[in-house]
């Protein structure tokens, strides 16, 4: 038995050093995890239990490409954050035992049409229009936890055209990775493929055509991507 139409590609990402790919299922993302961004989008950033909003598969970008400018916006923001690939299955885990499920780590960009996430916010609107897009998504190549452990500190950082725009480090996140898993778990039953962003810090701003972004994370890798 045959599908009706052509089967979709699966989406992937690259694993740094190697030839094997990581199939992405799902993206989970974090909203407001660092206390100076919270405060720059106009939010108190108490320690309220973490929100998820999340992103098709398919948006995943990988290093290098080029990210076509998205319809609908005037104002597309970046935002680097830590990316943890799940790897094994997972529901109500406990925060001691929710590292067990990552797989790898990788560098990610959740790109923000940031007028229409703005309008959606204004509304009580979803946020997928402002947050889910094509291409919405650029990930670096993943490292294994085998090679790199769980990285809970460190430089996180992002350039545009080569001026700092994001600086911040991995520990001053609001909620550690394991909470955001024990937490998202409680939610979903978490699949190896699942990708989850962790949150961006302070920093976000707007990029348009011609811009080269380059994002890292000490540990974890690199990501560069041009918007056309
Ligand atoms: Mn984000």
């Known amino acids: 038995m045959g599908f009706v139409i052509a089967a979709p590609d699966q989406p992937s990402l690259a694993v740094a050093g190697g030839d094997g790919r990581f199939p992405v299922r799902r993206i989970y993302c974090v909203g407001r995890n660092y206390a100076d ?15 998820f909003f999340m992103k098709p598969a398919d948006a995943v970008m990988p290093d290098g490409a080029d990210i076509p400018y998205p319809p609908g916006t005037a104002n597309l923001h970046h935002e680097v954050e ?5 790897g094994a299955t997972g529901r109500d885990v406990a925060v001691e035992k929710a590292l067990d ?23 009580g609107h979803p946020w997928d229009v402002g947050k889910g897009f094509d291409h919405s998504a650029p990930v670096s190549p993943l490292r294994p936890v085998t090679e790199i452990g769980h990285p809970a500190t ?17 520990g001053d996140m ?5 909470e955001i898993i024990a937490h998202l778990s409680r939610l979903f039953v978490l699949q190896p493929g699942d990708l989850i962003f962790t949150g961006t810090p302070a920093g976000v701003g707007a990029v348009v055509a011609g811009d080269v972004i380059e994002a890292s ?12």
């Open 37 to 51: 961004h919270a405060r720059e989008m106009g939010a108190d950033p108490v320690r309220e239990p973490p929100f």
């Open 154 to 170: 460190g430089a996180i950082a992002l350039s545009v055209n080569g001026t700092l725009r994001q600086q911040g480090d991995l």
């Open 82 to 86: 830590l990316v943890a690939a799940i």
């Open 101 to 123: 499920l990552v797989w790898g780590y990788g560098v990610g960009n959740d790109l923000t049409r940031r007028d229409l996430q703005g309008q959606a916010k204004a509304k």
């Open 217 to 228: 994370i000490a540990g974890v890798g690199r990501l560069r991507n041009r918007v056309v």
């Open 174 to 178: 609001i909620w550690s990775v394991a």
